[in-house]
């Protein structure tokens, strides 16, 4: 099993940047993908970006490319998600999840960290 902590989330102002972790814990061999997703009040969970495990590719979802980008450090079984030029549409919760395979679901996922962004 899997565990994830989310943290880093705040209250900003527009053109600010955050820096969201996640911490991996417990059986984190079993990881082959970690995701970030955002979810809006009234709004459907957005992919926002992902990372394989052992760091090495990386993608990020059209609408925050040039903004967002997401690394890992192996050391620290931590994963960041490094917000830049927030816009109030960044508003949401922050969910960080886990795959275990290229073919299988986000099956683990941690408890979400606040992100508003006021104009």
């Known amino acids: 099993q899997v565990q994830l902590v989310e943290s880093g989330g705040g209250v900003v102002q527009t053109g600010d940047s955050l820096r969201l972790s996640c911490a991996a814990s417990?059986?984190?061999?079993?990881?082959?993908?970690l995701g970030w997703f955002r979810q809006a009040p009234g709004k459907e969970r957005e992919f926002v970006g992902s990372?394989?495990?052992?760091?090495?590719?990386?993608r990020i979802a059209e609408s925050v490319e040039g903004r967002f980008t997401i690394s890992k450090d192996n050391a620290k079984n931590t994963v960041y998600l490094q917000m830049n030029s927030l816009k109030p549409e960044d508003t949401a919760v922050y969910y960080c999840a886990a795959k275990a395979g290229p073919a299988t679901d986000f099956g683990a996922w941690g408890q979400g960290t606040q992100v508003a962004v006021s104009s």
């Open positions: 990372i394989l495990w052992n760091g090495r590719h990386s």
């Open positions: 417990g059986r984190t061999f079993n990881i082959y993908t």
